[in-house]
Every structure is written in structure tokens, then in C-alpha cells.
């Protein structure tokens, strides 16, 4: 309790009473929603995302002698996808940063000149376009890699809070990847799904 007290002095004299009033005001406020909203959240299970993500592994699975990329593939939360493969395939991690499930590192932006052209038969990135300064660009090397035929997955954000900051740059819609995968791409989409909705709630 002591703390608290020692907290809400030292935010009066830094912000004033007023903003730290409102400040408490919106932390309840959020508080609040989110109690509320506790009986309307899902679990993952039926999510369109996860499901679609399924049916990507199970019809690389169903293959053998793939050559898998995984782009932003660095384990940052314990999980890696490299397992979900099997060891009938072959799957490289690449990422700009060094790490634990990383095999190739570099700039993503620059992917063909870090490996050959045509040479993977699957590339897939999981909540990595958000980070990549420049989307088309990365989308027009994994074409360059890509094998024809290929198949490649793109799992990213339509909503998020920020995170990864500085380099946190873009959100996508659904119809964003009708610009970024198109025949002038190289690419045609075969199936998209959004996962669960969430709500917005604006505090301005």
C-alpha cells in the first residue's frame, strides 16, 4: 500500500492530478472491458487461421523431400516450426538475428543472394511480414527461391498491439496480399483465412 501511495505522489508531481485522474480513469476502463469480454473469447481451437495453417503442414507432410524455408524463423518464444516437418524434408531457419533454429542469417529483402534461385519448394513466414520494412520487396525475392509450383504461407497481422519495436511497421487486411500476391508477383492465392475477431475500443 506504502508503494502505492509513494507511486500515485510521485505521478502527481510529474503528470499533475488531472492527467493521473485520467490516467487510473482508463486503466480501470480497460480493466473493466476485459472482465466483461472474459465469456465472448475463444479458444484457438477452430480458429480459420490455425486450420488453414494445419492444412499447409499436413500437405507438405503428405510429400517428401521438400526443401522448407522458414523466414523469421528465431526461437524468441520457446516454440519452433522446424518440428512439424518431419525428417523426410529438408527445413532451413532463416533470420536476421543469430539464434537458436536459425541456419541462414540475413536480410530477407536480400534472400537471393543468400540462397539459390529456385531451390525451395515451400517457404513459409509466420508473424514476420509486420517487421519487414519492405513487404513487396521480400515478396519478389521468395519468388526468385521459390521453385515454380512452389508453395508458400504468409501468416501476419491484421490487428495487433505494437511490439518488436523499432521494427514494427505494418498491419495487413485481407486484401492486402491481393497487391502482394498477384501475377505481376509472380504468385496466385490459392486460399486465405482470418483468424478469431477482436474488438478495438478507441480511448479517443
Known amino acids: 500500500m506504502r508503494t502505492q501511495l509513494t507511486q500515485l505522489r510521485l505521478s502527481f508531481a510529474k503528470r499533475g492530478i488531472a492527467a493521473t485522474i485520467r490516467a487510473g480513469l482508463r486503466a480501470a ?7 466483461l469480454s472474459a465469456p465472448l473469447r475463444h479458444s484457438l481451437h477452430g480458429d480459420p487461421f490455425r486450420a488453414l495453417f494445419d492444412e499447409f503442414v499436413a500437405e507438405a507432410n503428405r510429400a517428401s523431400g521438400l526443401r522448407i524455408l522458414e523466414i523469421g524463423a528465431r526461437n524468441v518464444s520457446g516454440h519452433t516450426n522446424r518440428y512439424l ?5 529438408e527445413y532451413v531457419g532463416f533470420d536476421y538475428h543469430a539464434g537458436d533454429n536459425v541456419d541462414v542469417v540475413g536480410d530477407a ?26 513487404p513487396w520487396q521480400v515478396v519478389l525475392e521468395i519468388a526468385k527461391v521459390l521453385k515454380p509450383g512452389g508453395r508458400l504461407f504468409i501468416a501476419t497481422h491484421p490487428a495487433w498491439p505494437a511490439h518488436e519495436r523499432p521494427w514494427d511497421f505494418w498491419r495487413f487486411s485481407s486484401e492486402s496480399f491481393d497487391a502482394l500476391l498477384n501475377r505481376h508477383t509472380g504468385f496466385r492465392i490459392l486460399k486465405r483465412a482470418e483468424g478469431m475477431p477482436a474488438a478495438i475500443l478507441p480511448l479517443v
Not at 516437418?85 to 524434408?89: D, I, K, L, P, Q
Not at 540462397?115 to 515451400?122: G, H, L, N, Q
Not at 514476420?128 to 520494412?133: A, K, R, S
Request: proline share 3%; net charge negative.
Open 85 to 89: 516437418f518431419g525428417s523426410r524434408h
Open 29 to 35: 476502463y480497460c480493466d473493466l472491458l476485459t472482465a
Open 109 to 134: 529483402h536480400e534472400l537471393s543472394r543468400l540462397v539459390p534461385a529456385e531451390s525451395f519448394d515451400v517457404v513459409f513466414t509466420i508473424a514476420t511480414f509486420e517487421h519487414l520494412l519492405m
